[in-house]
């Protein structure tokens, strides 16, 4: 079965810290690329950032820029999204997904994890 797996998410309080993953299970992630999109409550989904299969990384969030940091561990088979100083406004579900090549438009990306809630609160 063709999944990807996410985890890591969770309740941290504003200016922390967390580490979302994406492992994929039944295929390489080795020529896809991979984005991390996010949905927050009564919001379109919008991408967030994107590794290429080549390792090169888009952002498409100009309010994580400088917060998040995306990477691939291939011989893991994962890809990781680190979140530093996280924000109230950052709160929503995450999803990764796995395409061709990176864009904006989630329509691109043929495989989708199950999504993981990220909550930013005091």
């Known amino acids: 079965q063709l999944q990807l797996v996410v985890s890591g998410g969770g309740l941290v309080q504003p200016g922390g810290s967390l580490r979302l993953s994406c492992a994929a299970s039944?295929?390489?992630?080795?020529?896809?690329?991979i984005a991390w999109f996010r949905q927050a409550p009564g919001k379109e989904r919008e991408g967030v950032l994107c590794?290429?299969?080549?390792?090169?990384?888009?952002n498409y969030a100009d309010s994580v820029k400088g917060r998040f940091t995306i990477s691939r561990d291939n011989a893991k088979n994962s890809v990781y999204l680190q979140m530093n100083s996280l924000k109230p406004e950052d709160t929503a579900v995450y999803y990764c997904?796995?395409?061709?090549?990176?864009?904006?438009?989630?329509?691109?990306?043929?495989?989708w994890g199950q999504g993981t809630q990220v909550t930013v609160s005091s």
């Open positions: 997904a796995a395409g061709g090549v990176c864009g904006s438009s989630w329509g691109l990306y043929r495989y």
């Open positions: 590794i290429s299969s080549s390792g090169g990384s888009t």
């Open positions: 039944g295929f390489s992630l080795d020529w896809y690329a």
